[in-house]
Nanobody, 120 residues
Framework: QVQLVESGGGLVQPGGSLRLSCAAS????????MGWYRQAPGKQRELVAT???????NYADSVKGRFTISRDNAKNTINLQMNSLNAEDTAVYYC??????????????WGRGTQVTVSS
């Protein structure tokens, strides 16, 4: 079993900052990619940012320059520092991990999500 647990969501005013964290645990052999996705009401889930092996990063155009993803390989955690937040960032944020379990099966796992609301 693999679990992804997100934390750090909440209510913030426009222009403010939040930091999300995600910890992966369980029967993990190797994590290939971890990332953040989000889903706003009435919209499809979309990519926010991904990170491979702690160095290679990829961001959605809408968050470039405002969000920073980081990874601690030793702890199987990732963080998402979100600055200059605006109302369009309001969504449920999901952590994702593409990984291999001890039997070398590769699959993608998801957390339950954490709500981020940007409002005055």
């Amino acid at each position: 079993q693999v679990q992804l647990v997100e934390s750090g969501g909440g209510l913030v005013q426009p222009g403010g900052s939040l930091r999300l964290s995600c910890a992966a645990s369980g029967n993990i052999y190797m994590i290939i990619t971890m990332g953040w996705y989000r889903q706003a009401p009435g919209k499809q889930r979309e990519l926010v940012a991904t990170i491979i092996s702690g160095t290679r990063t990829n961001y959605a155009d809408s968050v470039k320059g405002r969000f920073t993803i980081s990874r601690d390989n030793a702890k199987n955690t990732i963080n998402l520092q979100m600055n200059s937040l605006n109302a369009e960032d309001t969504a449920v944020y999901y952590c994702s991990a593409d990984l291999r379990t001890s039997d070398l099966t590769r699959d993608t796992y998801w957390g339950r999500g954490t709500q981020v609301t940007v409002s005055s």
